[in-house]
Nanobody, 122 residues
Framework: QVRLVESGGGLVQAGGSLTLSCVASESHFSISHLGWYRQVPGKQRELVARITSSHTPVYADSVKGRFAISRDNARNTVTLQMNSLKPEDTAAYYC????????????????WGQGIQVTVSS
């Protein structure tokens, strides 16, 4: 089983910074797409940022200019640096790994972390 372990969440004041990290147990980490999603109770999970196997980042409009996603294939780690945090950023954040088709599998498969809480106070 692929497991994603998240760390770095917590409580921070508006305008502050926080860094989330996710370590994956995955043999093909370097060819997988990675991302961070967040979810608020009563709402659907939404994309925050993702980074492809070629290190191309994509961000939600709501976090552009404030968040930065990066990956370290040697450490099987994806990191989300969050700056200028707002109360609207409060949510449970989930690490995502999308494994591409390879071997006998024809479709990509998504794996998820347990979720880590980020709370931004005003």
């Amino acid at each position: 089983q692929v497991r994603l372990v998240e760390s770095g969440g917590g409580l921070v004041q508006a305008g502050g910074s926080l860094t989330l990290s996710c370590v994956a147990s995955e043999s093909h980490f370097s060819i997988s797409h990675l991302g961070w999603y967040r979810q608020v109770p009563g709402k659907q999970r939404e994309l925050v940022a993702r980074i492809t196997s070629s290190h191309t980042p994509v961000y939600a409009d709501s976090v552009k200019g404030r968040f930065a996603i990066s990956r370290d294939n040697a450490r099987n780690t994806v990191t989300l640096q969050m700056n200028s945090l707002k109360p609207e950023d409060t949510a449970a954040y989930y690490c995502n790994l999308q494994s591409p088709p390879f071997g006998s599998r024809r479709n990509e498969v998504n794996y998820w972390g347990q979720g880590i809480q980020v709370t931004v106070s005003s």
